[in-house]
């Protein structure tokens, strides 16, 4: 008696399902969170971008945010090139 074709496609419908919850999901959960925090940045935040550059949020205009990286330095990045915010401390 052979197998039912549908019983053969269960381990690939299960080993689909397990990469979702794994790999996929928290993918897209992570990229929501960074976005909503790109999206609430305000004056005088900690940040650091995607290169590493650790600043204070000075500015905001549409796409474009500028950091105080020291006394007498200011960069103007992309809202989306913030990558976190940084520790206090």
Do not use: C, W
Not at 8 to 35: D, S
Not at 48 to 54: D, M, N, P
């Amino acid at each position: 008696m052979n197998p039912s074709p549908i019983l053969n496609l269960v381990p690939m419908v299960l080993i689909i399902g397990v990469m979702y919850f794994l790999l996929i999901r928290p993918q897209v959960r992570q990229q929501k969170e960074t976005a909503r925090m790109q999206t609430n940045l305000k004056k005088n935040d900690n940040v650091v971008t995607v290169g590493g550059l650790h600043g204070v949020v000075v500015n905001l205009k549409d796409g474009v945010v500028t950091l105080r990286v020291d006394d007498n330095a200011r960069v103007d990045v992309d809202r989306t090139a913030i990558a976190r915010l940084a520790k206090e401390g």
